[in-house]
Nanobody, 126 residues
């Protein structure tokens, strides 16, 4: 089992920045970790993912160039640095993890992640 705890959400003005963290405990998420988000009345969507072993990253188009996903393996922690935030980025952000290795576009699919955090709210408003 992998337990995940997100932190770092909050209220930020448009154009501002925020960094989310996701700390994993229990088993090491040796496959990959990802961020998903869900806005009110919308389905949960992929944001970014990173493979645990080599740090390969994947982003949805709408955040490419604004968000950066990273991980520190020694701390079993993943981060999402979010810059130039827009109102449409507002959502509950969820951390997800898998212990089996995977690459490529399958990491964009939430069913590939057996472990999920409780979510952290990000509000973008002036």
């Amino acid at each position: 089992q992998v337990q995940l705890v997100e932190s770092g959400g909050g209220l930020v003005q448009p154009g501002g920045s925020l960094t989310l963290s996701c700390a994993a405990s229990g088993r090491t998420p040796a496959g990959a970790m990802g961020w998903f988000r869900q806005a009110p009345e919308k389905p949960r969507e992929f944001v970014a993912a990173i493979t645990w072993s080599d740090g390969a990253t994947f982003y949805t188009d709408s955040v490419q160039g604004r968000f950066t996903i990273s991980r520190i393996r020694a701390k079993n922690t993943m981060y999402l640095q979010m810059n130039n935030l827009k109102p449409e980025d507002a959502a509950v952000y969820y951390c997800a993890a898998r212990t089996n290795r995977a690459i490529g576009t399958i990491l964009r699919n939430e069913i590939q992640y057996p472990y999920w955090g409780q979510g952290t709210q990000v509000t973008v408003s002036s």
